[in-house]
């Protein structure tokens, strides 16, 4: 079975600093990769995917992430972070083995908190 | 604008009842999943569905139930909750299970067993 690591459970920045979250994943096969994020009181929402293509991908609110997929990681970074990325971050990893996915299987998360 | 609900969105109750968590959505999606919340252990998958009928287990299945009649629908049942079921439950959807497909989450519930 799957499993995802995320390697900073807390992390205090300050604003405009820059942000790199650590996800690593187990599993020798092919995978799509996620990050959600939950702001306080909130839903989860998808913050950026991979899946297939270029390794460097976007996402929403100048966040990216890059697959390396000789290190089975999927890092997230944001150059200058604001106050509003205060939340609970998650990377998520969904396994295909042939006949489909089953649900995600998620890190325990990291509990960013940006200082002004 | 299409979304996926849950309710309750607060729930106390107390040890051995029986608790349903109702979780509708209107995207039309085939698969649906409920997950756990737990500090310190992210999110686990108890059991989901990929359309009428049909129902997996997940992760952590154990206590817990579901059923889907419709395409809308998938109540997660606590057959006779425990203390250690105190929680935030997420329903979430999914189009199909083509690559590259993302879920859906509802607001959550917050389920309380004293």
């Known amino acids: 079975a799957q499993s995802v690591s995320q390697h900073n459970h807390h992390v205090i920045l300050s604003e405009a600093a820059s942000l790199e979250l650590g996800c690593n994943y187990s599993y020798g096969g092919t995978v799509n990769l996620f990050w959600y994020v939950q702001y306080p009181g909130q839903h989860l929402q998808l913050l950026l995917k991979?899946?297939?293509?270029?390794?460097l991908v976007k996402g929403i609110k100048g966040f990216e992430a890059e697959f390396i997929k000789s290190k089975f990681s999927f890092n997230l970074r944001k150059p200058s972070v604001q106050w509003s990325d205060t939340a609970e971050y998650f990377c998520?990893?969904?396994?295909?083995?042939?006949?489909?996915?089953?649900?995600?299987?998620f890190g325990k998360g990291t509990h960013l908190i940006i200082q002004p | 604008d299409a979304e996926i609900t849950q309710s309750p969105r607060h729930k106390i109750t107390e040890t051995g009842r029986q608790v349903t968590l109702a979780c509708h959505q209107t995207?039309?999606?085939?698969?649906m999943f409920w997950y756990r919340q737990d500090l310190g252990h992210g999110l686990r998958l108890i059991h989901y569905s990929y359309g009428v009928h049909d129902t997996n287990k997940g992760e952590v299945s154990d206590g817990y139930s579901v059923s889907r009649s419709n395409t809308e629908d998938l109540p997660l049942t606590l057959e006779s909750a425990a203390s250690s079921q105190t929680s935030v439950y997420f329903c979430?959807?999914?189009?199909?299970?083509?690559?590259?497909?993302?879920?859906?989450f509802g607001p959550g519930t917050r389920l309380t067993v004293l």
């Open positions: 998520a990893v969904k396994a295909y083995s042939g006949g489909g996915a089953d649900g995600l299987t």
């Open positions: 995207w039309n999606h085939n698969n």
């Open positions: 979430a959807s999914s189009e199909r299970q083509l690559q590259g497909d993302e879920q859906f």
């Open positions: 991979y899946f297939s293509g270029d390794p």
